[in-house]
């Protein structure tokens, strides 16, 4: 009996958290848009019957049918790639360093990854765009130097985008890194540097292939959240900035078109079970492996 509790504790969990909330998107996505509250018809009020025969396809059918959204996914796809490696660019040296740091210092790095979560991700994102901005802190340092004459425009840019998410994200990137190289047996590299490999060779032949399992789940971590991020693409991309986090917060409170944004949402949840389901392998295969 216990057994059975705490196993069906995480299927309730499962259930009522997200089973039942995607099930109700779902039929609001094969519903119509009307102008009453809720915006979408029909409902349960209007009878059984007449709720299936009502409920078709014709919302995701006219996601094919219009550009915006499709260039929409394509362009969440190619920033939350990007950022995605490039994330991992500064993440890993971070990480790097970290393993190989003295045994005392660690713990004093390691609250320093995990230091930004005890402010708001949203005060850290607008103090992004103090930052950036024309008459911001960066370039008023950079025109403070000399190294620019005139300033620079990165806020409402990509390049701003990617610098949020790689800013919000890196942690996520750094702490599974940092586990897989923590691990790392030392010896393995002294033998390696004994047999006459340089320091270089020895990284890529022993030390990145050994903490490829960190590596791709922290690809993983940082990849699925950044493809439907909202508020960074919002607050420091603008209007400039094509994401479909964007596109679907404005079908759902401008448009007030509930049901088309419920398709979107469905569409997108749907393109993140992939990388979920290889996140799932990848730690089912580092978990078979230690064992």
Same mark, same amino acid.
């Not at 089973?19 to 039929?27: A, D, E, G, N, T």
């Not at 740091?101 to 103090?127: C, G, N, Q």
């Given at each position: =009996? ?16 997200f089973?039942? &909330? ?6 609001i $996505?094969?519903?119509?848009?009307i /102008? ?5 018809g029909?409902? =349960? ?12 396809f ?5 996601l ?14 190619? #920033? ?17 360093? =970290?393993?190989? +740091? &003295? ?7 390691? =609250? /320093? ?39 620079? *425009?990165?806020?409402?840019?990509? *390049? ?5 998410? #790689?800013?919000?994200?890196? &942690?996520?990137?750094?702490l ?40 791709? +789940? ?14 960074? &693409?919002? %607050? /420091?991309?603008?209007?400039?900035t094509?994401?479909?986090g ?6 759902? $409170?401008?448009?007030r ?5 419920? +398709? ?5 949840? %749907? ?13 089912q295969?580092?978990?078979? +492996?230690?064992?």
């Open positions: =009996m216990r057994r059975a509790i705490l196993i069906a504790v995480p299927y309730l969990w499962l259930l009522a958290l089973l039942i &909330p995607f099930f109700m998107v779902f039929k $996505s094969m519903s119509d848009a /102008l009453a509250i809720p915006p979408y029909p409902t =349960m009020k209007d009878g059984f019957r007449e709720l299936i025969s009502q409920l078709d014709e919302n995701f059918v006219f094919t049918t219009d550009d915006l959204y499709w260039k929409a996914y394509l362009s969440s796809l190619k #920033i939350a790639f990007i950022a995605t490696v490039l994330t991992l660019m500064v993440g890993y040296p971070v990480a790097y360093a =970290m393993a190989r +740091a &003295p045994e005392e210092w660690r713990p004093t790095l390691m =609250m /320093l990854v995990i230091l930004p979560f005890w402010t708001s991700f949203l005060i850290r994102v607008y103090a992004w765009i103090g930052i950036l901005s024309t008459n911001g802190f960066l370039n008023q340092f950079l025109m403070g130097i000399g190294v620019i004459s005139e300033p620079l *425009t990165i806020l409402n840019t990509n *390049t701003a985008v990617y610098i949020g998410i #790689i800013y919000t994200y890196v &942690p996520f990137m750094i599974p890194i940092y586990a897989a190289l923590d691990r790392l047996d030392a010896s393995l590299i002294e033998a390696a540097e004994d047999l006459g490999c340089s320091r270089f060779k020895a990284f890529w032949l022993i030390t990145f292939p050994l903490s490829k399992n960190g590596v791709f +789940a922290g690809c993983f971590l940082v990849f699925i959240p950044a493809l439907g991020e909202f508020v960074i &693409p919002s %607050l /420091l991309g603008g209007s400039s094509l994401m479909i964007k596109v679907l917060f404005e079908e759902f $409170s401008s448009n078109d509930w049901p088309v944004a419920s +398709a979107v949402a469905v569409v997108l949840l %749907l393109i993140l079970i992939v990388p979920i389901v290889l996140f799932q392998m990848n730690q295969r580092a978990q078979e +492996a230690e064992q």
